[in-house]
């Protein structure tokens, strides 16, 4: 039952640490990436879409992204999501492929990006909180039922604070390295 309640716990925090990576990619850094349009949808024939699956996106360097889609006819409808988005990014349509060169990060910008780090790595943070607190009700209620004796309750809450503590310093690498990306000049 216990072993049972640990494995469900790191399953779970394997999804909320992948999801915090997949956040902090949407993070700019001083580099052009194609990750930082993953969360830009276009209206594709009615249908949200990410441009990556409607158009080719690369890095041309390190401060330009050039996206050629694969239909012509969807250069607009691809330059006015990334124009709506909240990216703060200007396309430049030319008729066959979009450039996006982006800005020079000022230190004020990336000051501010650091603190959306930190906003959103509270938040991974109070994730793995309330799924320790889920497991370790159900733990609870596994004592309480005769399921387990205290001696394996307490026993299991070690192992959990354990796994809390593994997957908080994931959290917290994972943050520094992408600070260190946001502040590099």
Known sequence: MVDES?????????????????????????????????????????VETPIAQIASVNAVDAKTIVIAPWSKDQLISIEKAISESDLSLTPNNDGEVIRITLPPMTEERRKELVKVLGKKTEETRIKIRQVREEILSDIQDQEKQGNISEDDKFRAKDQIQKVVDEYNKKIEELEKKKEADVMAV
């Not at 999804?15 to 969360?39: H, P, Q, W, Y």
């Open 6 to 46: 640990i494995k469900k716990l790191k399953e779970r925090f394997v999804l909320i640490v992948s999801d915090f990576e997949k956040e902090l990619k949407n993070i700019r850094t001083g580099r052009a990436t194609a990750s930082i349009l993953d969360g830009v949808k276009v209206d594709y024939y009615g």
